[in-house]
């Protein structure tokens, strides 16, 4: 079945830089585009990056334009989100999410929190 593990997350400061990752498996990972949402306390789920299956298009929220990068590697089958320049309203669970055919799927989420 379709799995997808989210790492990465953790406690940072503001300006700080964080690395996350999301495995996939259960699925041809060449054949979809990728995407990362997050999802902040007492807020509504937002999309923050995607990518298409060959990484070759890209798109991101206004709110994260020139500061995070999503990438991904169709031989290990994961998919990166570089954060840099980190500030305190990037804080939130972050999930990978993968569309296949009609159904979206979802990994269990990493928390980042930005904070000094």
């Known amino acids: 079945q379709v799995q997808l593990v989210e790492s990465g997350g953790g406690l940072v400061q503001p300006g700080g830089s964080l690395r996350l990752s999301c495995a996939a498996s259960?699925?041809?990972?060449?054949?979809?585009?990728m995407s990362w949402y997050r999802q902040a306390s007492g807020k509504e789920r937002e999309l923050v990056a995607g990518?298409?299956?060959?990484?070759?298009?890209?798109n991101y929220a206004d709110s994260v334009k020139g500061r995070f990068t999503i990438s991904r590697d169709n031989a290990k089958n994961t998919v990166a989100l570089q954060m840099n320049n980190l500030k305190p309203g990037d804080t939130a669970v972050y999930y990978c999410s993968a569309k296949i055919k009609w159904n979206d799927y979802w990994g269990q989420g990493t928390q980042v929190t930005v904070s000094s």
């Open positions: 990518v298409s299956s060959t990484g070759g298009s890209t």
């Open positions: 259960g699925f041809t990972f060449s054949y979809y585009g």
